[in-house]
């Protein structure tokens, strides 16, 4: 599940032409940091033990939206309110993060 994960963010990173800046993977979990630059980037946590994975859109040294999961429950953090819970019944996967993201950066216009 984790080199799946990664092989994915290498192949989204490849596609969109991301800088990976950061893995720090051990047998259950990974952390991954790529994108734009060091200041604006994507995070990805995974813990399979949990049955967590977390996204988030992070500027600066901010998260400004993203989707955590846990144990089958998730949910957002909005861009417009990122410290927020919306709870939800849907699961996001990391293309659909990385899309919704790039939307959130352009309205922002940071891309």
């Known amino acids: 599940m984790i080199d799946s994960l990664i092989n994915e963010i290498y192949q989204i990173s490849y596609e969109y032409g991301f800088d990976i800046f950061f893995i720090d993977r051990t047998e259950n979990t990974a952390l991954i940091r790529f994108g734009f630059t060091p200041q604006i980037f994507f995070q990805v946590y995974i813990n399979i ?21 846990e144990g089958g429950k998730y949910h957002e953090h909005p861009s417009d309110s990122p410290q927020s819970h919306l709870f939800t019944s849907e699961k996001k996967g990391l293309q659909e993060f ?14």
Do not use: C, Q
């Open 98 to 111: 990385i899309r919704d993201s790039l939307e959130i950066l352009k309205k922002k216009g940071l891309i």
């Open 49 to 69: 033990m949990k049955g967590k994975l977390n996204l988030a859109l992070v500027v600066g040294d901010e998260r400004i939206y993203g989707f955590d999961g």
